[in-house]
């Protein structure tokens, strides 16, 4: 009896995706503009219709790495320390948002969140989203630990509103980011305090 063929974790595809995932990441650190499929076809090996027939576009590609990059590569801090946590990854933030490359990723999740967006696919607006929830979780894990310890941490959605749009906001426009990153974290901690009479 033919038995159905199994698809390796670490094969093919996973080579295929590093290699190109690789090569989006040089061309961006390189401090050029958005790259071209050829572009990354060239650098990474990969024929461009491979890389068309599973991203689609260079916009979906972008989307691609961006996530992977969040998830796999910047998770949140968990020292224990609340305010020392959410420091560190607004920190963080505000450096890979200097970089070029960073920057990209920023635009490429931002574009996907869109609802004007027409150039991403459901999938990988799914997985967008998917990372955003995951990054939400992680946040979230945090806080509730403050709480438990009998601490008044602010909501994700404050987190998100006072530290991260800010940080947003201020690479859009060209602005130091990382300078004001004690300020918007300062100003989270205490909106989520209890107003005392």
């Known amino acids: ?29 390189a401090g050029g503009a958005e790259p071209s499929v050829r572009e990354v076809a060239e650098l990474s090996g990969v024929h461009e219709v491979t890389i068309y027939r599973r991203w689609g576009s260079i916009e979906a590609l972008l989307l691609d790495v961006a996530t992977a990059q969040l998830v796999e590569e910047w998770p949140f801090p968990d020292t224990g320390d609340l305010r020392a946590d959410l420091l560190a990854w607004a920190g963080s933030v505000a450096e890979q948002l200097r970089r070029p490359e960073g920057f990209a990723f920023f635009h490429a999740v931002a574009n ?10 459901a999938e990988l607006r799914e997985q967008a989203e998917a990372s955003m929830r995951s990054r939400a979780a992680q946040i979230q894990r945090a806080l509730d630990r403050e709480a438990a310890n009998g601490g008044h941490p602010p909501t994700v959605d404050m987190v998100f509103d006072l530290v991260l749009a800010p940080l947003y906001l201020r690479a859009m426009w060209n602005y130091e980011p990382e300078t004001h990153v ?7 901690l205490r909106a989520a305090q209890p107003v005392s009479d």
């Open 1 to 29: 009896m033919a038995s159905t063929p199994q698809r390796r974790p670490g094969g093919r595809t996973a080579r295929t995706r590093a290699a190109v995932h690789a090569a989006v990441r040089e061309l961006l650190a």
């Open 112 to 121: 996907a969140m869109s609802p004007a967006s027409g150039t991403v696919s």
């Open 182 to 188: 004690e300020v918007f974290v300062d100003r989270a």
